[in-house]
């Protein structure tokens, strides 16, 4: 199993982005997708998830701003991000759910490298 994020970079507050998450060997529309971020010093955060139905849920610092989205076709996750804050700034990595509540870490078989998320003020 192969995840691939991209979409990072640098924007100013308020601006959007939009990363994607690839994902390769698995039958990828029977698997809930996490997306988690780590700000510098800080440890790793639940952002969002999807699962396969396709419902969706968000932390209570996203959600409103953030939305979550997966095309089965194209194997791919997409997390729209908006209206960002510099509190955002951080590495975005994405997951594939196993089992277990989808804000732990240890719910999540695989990861992805991350993509760097930089939002100036």
């Known amino acids: 199993v192969q995840l691939q994020a991209s979409g990072g970079g640098l924007v100013q507050a308020g601006g959007s982005q939009r990363l994607s998450c690839a994902a390769s060997?698995?039958?990828?529309?029977?698997?809930?997708i996490g997306w988690f971020r780590q700000a510098p010093g800080k440890e790793r955060e639940f952002v969002a998830a999807i699962w396969s139905g396709p419902s969706t849920y968000y932390s209570d610092s996203v959600k409103g701003r953030f939305t979550i989205s997966r095309d089965n076709a194209k194997n791919t996750v997409y997390l729209q991000m908006n209206s960002l804050k510099p509190e955002d700034t951080g590495v975005h990595y994405c997951a594939v759910g196993r089992s277990g509540s989808v804000v732990r870490e240890e719910s999540y078989a695989y990861w992805g490298q991350g993509t760097q998320v930089t939002v100036s003020s």
């Open positions: 060997g698995l039958t990828f529309n029977s698997y809930t």
